[in-house]
């Protein structure tokens, strides 16, 4: 099983950023798509954002477009997600997954069982 560990978490006020990374080693993250998802205290897993292996093409939920960008950076063998305008509603343990299909990036439905490495989770908590 592939190994990628997350970070950047931590206390914000709302409209503050926070940029998490996912961070692979052992093998080359470039080749995987990557997917974000967070899970907030008594809600289901949600799909926050991908980005595609094969042209890094990137996929985000109408709850954080406009205001997430997912990233690669090849050179440090990361994945971003940089998350601006957070809102209490961010709130939530977020989590990093890797995909070993390069043209797909889902963030909902049954293909999400295809995403097969997860990571241990970063605590983003959105408050004043």
């Known amino acids: 099983q592939l190994h990628v560990v997350e970070s950047g978490g931590g206390l914000v006020q709302p409209g503050g950023s926070l940029r998490l990374s996912c961070a692979a080693s052992?093998?080359?993250?470039?080749?995987?798509?990557v997917g974000w998802f967070r899970r907030a205290p008594g809600k289901e897993r949600e799909g926050v954002s991908c980005i595609s292996a094969s042209d890094d093409s990137t996929n985000y939920a109408d709850s954080v477009k406009g205001r997430f960008t997912i990233s690669r950076d090849t050179a440090k063998n990361t994945v971003y997600l940089q998350m601006n305008s957070l809102k209490p509603e961010d709130t939530a343990v977020y989590y990093c997954a890797t995909l070993g299909a390069p043209r797909f990036c889902p963030i909902a439905g049954p293909e999400l069982a295809l995403y097969d490495s997860w990571g241990q989770g970063t605590q983003v908590t959105v408050s004043s």
């Open positions: 052992g093998f080359t993250l470039n080749y995987y798509t």
